[in-house]
């Protein structure tokens, strides 16, 4: 490989020329205490940084970002660091998926607009991941990702607990009268204790697992605990990956996010037990790229990969225990047979080469394909009537005596009457019911939140049931569990079937056959649904009205339309030469 010229770098477009804009650029980076020497024939590398004291899975990140700018500077790059929106999924509302779009502009633009050879972003909690993802993937400079690792383990009278899963557990006892009050309050102060994001297979873990499966990260870095000092070891190893990959140009998101890379992340995604809110990142990641990943391919692969990890919600253990036993270079190893083992990774060599020297799956936390915890994958993809562009349901932490039921239907038209009437000890529902809640899609709610798991009524917690089928077109919390319908497409605001759904209509779920229906005769659906009026926009103004009038649905991943990758595009050129020449006074 020949020695990489410094004046091909693209920072060089802004510091290099020996004119007026030479001259400008260089004094702003100088006034900032640089000298000179320090932009001199030497990389530029962005730190795209999502910390926030308003996102305590990120919280830590001000310490990874120093070591990430340590290795650049040993491997004699310039490290700048820059911020970005940071979305919290615990205190953002309505939700954070409603400005997981609104980050990928900031990301994008971001990189594209200023002077970097190489991106480094560094991501954690849920949406922060596929959000840098998705804007570098569309900027297409050499980036490599950084995650923030799960938090410690949670113990609560004597039992090691997970985030969100177990906190769910304990919030359903509470309701059915099993423990206190101040039993819960007692669990609060030691639910999340230490930084880092969900401690389970929720959708950060699962998303960070899916980072090194589709290559963008440095091999074993993704389920390195938050607070364990080999996560500052692997940020210092990224910046100096990140010099490398910029002087050599390479390689860059769309060299690596190919169809054989997320065919190798949607098998990690089914192995694992992962959350289904990947199958929206996924779908809306593969478009930034112009790949037009289809929702059926999720169930293609979920059938021919088996569940191979022992990870709350859809196990025993927690992610933690999985890096101890070797983390996903571990899980890709037992998975080789069924992977695309030369897609290329941000190291320039093959995934292979980043999992072969990994040690052999343990048969506690992760099987071997042989002797798997389930047959097929975690998650199913089912259609029908009810569903005609597709929903999906996580069959690994479902009950499996549901998976195939028939029940009559009791709807909630929004969150707020689901809230009012749940618990209503006249509600006319049995453990044969199927709960239905609407408008709660990526237009209706507006934004898709996590409301897909339905609480199940305090008059069914008490006779000792917990778990009924539940639909709805929301999304659900990747540490969440139970037999749930969720992504229902089209979404009931936009004048999908599930709008047309009433009180004591009979519905099938079949989740073997791929079914999910209103058992009506078509005449009466399509008599129902000429009836149907649309509600009006939550938003009249603003980024809400922008992200209203631009999103798609669950099935295509909820990115906006215009933001797709375009087979025929020409990378972006700015005028950098604007002021060049320029020789006239101030």
């Not at 990224?238 to 390689?251: D, K």
């Not at 399509?526 to 009205?545: C, D, W």
Request: include cysteine.
């Amino acid at each position: 490989m020949p020695d990489p010229n410094y004046m091909d770098l693209r920072s060089a477009r802004w510091f290099a020329p020996h004119d007026l804009t030479g001259f400008v650029h260089r004094t702003a980076i100088q006034a900032e205490g640089f000298s000179r020497f320090a932009i001199k024939d030497r990389p530029v590398i962005g730190i795209a940084n999502s910390w926030s004291e308003l996102v305590n899975c990120n919280i830590h990140f001000k310490l990874l970002a120093e070591a990430v700018k340590r290795g650049v500077l040993m491997a004699g790059g310039l490290p700048l660091e820059f911020p970005t929106i940071s979305l919290g999924e615990s205190l953002m509302k309505p939700s954070a998926m409603q400005f997981r779009n609104l980050m990928a502009m900031d990301v994008e633009e971001s990189i594209r607009a200023y002077p970097l050879d190489a991106i480094v972003l560094l991501g954690g909690c849920d949406k922060t991941v596929p959000a840098q993802l998705m804007g570098a993937a569309s900027a297409d400079i050499p980036t490599i990702m950084l995650t923030g690792g799960p938090q410690e383990p949670a113990h609560f009278r004597g039992k090691q607990l997970g985030v969100g899963t177990d906190t769910w557990k304990y919030a359903d006892e509470l309701r059915a009268g099993k423990i206190t009050e101040a039993d819960f309050d007692e669990l609060e102060s030691a639910a999340k204790p230490s930084a880092g994001h969900c401690s389970e297979m929720g959708t950060a873990s699962t998303m960070t697992s899916l980072v090194e499966a589709l290559g963008m990260c440095l091999p074993g870095s993704a389920s390195i605990p938050a607070v364990d000092s080999r996560r500052g070891q692997a940020a210092e190893a990224t910046g100096r990956r990140a010099v490398e990959m910029a002087l050599f140009q390479g390689p860059k998101p769309s060299e690596i996010l190919t169809k054989e890379a997320f065919d190798n992340a949607i098998t990690l995604l089914m192995a694992v037990g992962g959350s289904t809110n990947a199958v929206v990142h996924l779908l809306a990641l593969a478009r930034r790229v112009g790949y037009e990943l289809q929702l059926d391919r999720f169930h293609e692969i979920s059938q021919r990969t088996p569940r191979i990890v022992n990870v709350r919600p859809s196990g025993e253990y927690l992610v933690k225990q999985l890096f101890e036993v070797g983390g996903i270079p571990t899980v890709l190893k037992a998975l080789d047979p069924l992977l695309n083992r030369d897609a290329i990774t941000v190291t320039g060599e093959s995934l292979e080469k980043g999992y072969i020297h990994a040690p052999e799956a343990d048969g506690v936390v992760v099987s071997s394909l042989e002797a798997p915890f389930d047959a097929s994958g975690g998650i199913a993809v089912v259609r029908g009537s009810l569903a005609p562009n597709g929903a999906v349901i996580k069959r690994s932490a479902a009950s499996k005596d549901l998976l195939q039921h028939k029940g009559s239907a009791i709807v909630f038209d929004d969150i707020y009457d689901l809230g009012q009437r749940i618990d209503d000890p006249d509600l006319d529902i049995t453990e044969d019911s199927v709960l239905v809640l609407r408008n709660s899609g990526p237009v209706g709610a507006p934004g898709m939140p996590e409301w897909g798991m339905l609480p199940i009524p305090q008059k069914l917690l008490r006779r000792g049931i917990r778990d009924i089928v539940r639909i709805s077109d929301a999304r659900m919390s990747g540490t969440a569990f139970g037999t749930t319908v969720l992504h229902v497409s089209p979404e009931a605001a936009v004048g999908g079937p599930l709008a047309i759904v009433r009180d004591g209509d009979p519905i099938v779920l079949d989740v073997e056959n791929q079914r999910l229906d209103l058992d009506l005769p078509e005449e009466e659906i399509e008599a129902r649904l000429a009836e149907l009026k649309l509600p009006e926009p939550k938003y009249r103004r603003g980024y809400g009205r922008l992200f209203l009038d631009h999103v798609n649905q669950a099935h295509e991943g909820c990115d906006f339309d215009f933001l797709k990758g375009l087979p025929d595009e020409e990378p972006q050129r700015l005028p950098y030469g604007l002021m060049s020449g320029w020789q006239g006074g101030w």
